[in-house]
């Protein structure tokens, strides 16, 4: 976070961080009882990863934005974008510049029969939602690299726009 603003104090929106699922990472796995990116809708609050849904609701049904950094449980040759189609949420990937590739599909056709990843929840609330896959799970320099350059875009955007008295939209 350090790493985003010299003087957080001095930014004119909020900004949300969080781990979506800490416990997972402290296992060096990508989920503990089921994949969170299929728990979204599902009040499912027997799981781990359901219960994490729930909070996270909560927090995204705040958001303007919702922009997930995601890792996968295999290796990926480069890291791409991948979400339904949704004008804004493509060009707010596009100023991220963060990745060269776009895995898309309709915004009709949701990507798991299991339930909706936290990307598909917040843009059925109307709001811009971009994931940008990252490789697989870990930690890694690269990871972190192009996570944070494209913060520091979005911030920047945003934080100009709103100087400026402008609605923040690419």
Known sequence: ????SEDA???????????????????GTRFVQRDLNRCFLLNDDTSVEG???L???KILA????????????????FP?????????SYRWAALMNAAEHFVTR???V?????????????????????????????????????TLASLQRIIGFVETQLEQGKRPTP
């Open 62 to 77: 705040q958001t303007d934005l919702f922009v997930d950094y995601h890792q996968t449980n295999q290796p990926a040759a």
């Open 80 to 88: 791409f974008f991948t979400f339904a189609y949704h004008e804004e």
């Open 9 to 27: 104090s001095q930014l004119h929106a909020r900004y949300f961080f969080f781990l979506g699922n800490p416990d997972a990472l402290r296992s």
């Open 106 to 108: 309709d915004m009709k």
């Open 55 to 57: 909070e996270l609701s």
């Open 51 to 53: 219960k994490r849904s």
């Open 110 to 146: 949701a990507f798991s029969s299991e339930g909706l990843c936290g990307d598909e929840w917040v843009r059925s609330r109307g709001k811009p939602a971009v994931t940008l896959e990252l490789g697989k799970a870990g930690i890694s320099h690269e990871a972190y690299r192009i």
């Open 1 to 4: 976070i350090d790493d985003l």
